[in-house]
């Protein structure tokens, strides 16, 4: 089993920043790509930014040039940098990992979620 905790979230006003963290922890054997999602309120959720295990990184159209994410491997760990924020960045943020397990899988795991909520 692989467990991700997220924190960080919270209530910004539009411009403000906030910087997110995920933890992973559990029978990981190697941590793959890591990712944001975000689902707000009557929207499916959506990728925001993801890293794979060799830097490279992808960001979603709409939070290029604001949102930053990065990986610490040492300590299982992604983080997302969320700056110049707008209030259509209100969702709860979800972080992921794809994994191989020392059972031998391989899966996507998912982290509880952290609101972040914009607004003046």
């Known amino acids: 089993q692989v467990q991700l905790v997220e924190s960080g979230g919270g209530l910004v006003q539009p411009g403000g920043s906030l910087r997110l963290s995920c933890a992973a922890s559990?029978?990981?054997?190697?941590?793959?790509?890591m990712a944001w999602y975000r689902q707000a309120p009557g929207k499916q959720r959506e990728v925001v930014a993801y890293?794979?295990?060799?830097?490279?990184?992808n960001y979603a159209d709409s939070v290029k040039g604001r949102f930053i994410i990065s990986r610490d491997d040492a300590k299982n760990a992604v983080y997302l940098q969320l700056n110049s924020l707008k209030s259509e960045d209100t969702a709860v943020y979800y972080c992921?990992?794809?994994?191989?397990?020392?059972?031998?899988?391989?899966?996507?795991?998912w982290g509880q979620g952290t609101q972040v909520t914009v607004s003046s």
């Open positions: 992921s990992a794809s994994v191989t397990t020392t059972g031998g899988g391989f899966n996507d795991y």
């Open positions: 890293i794979n295990n060799d830097g490279s990184t």
């Open positions: 559990g029978s990981i054997v190697r941590i793959y790509s």
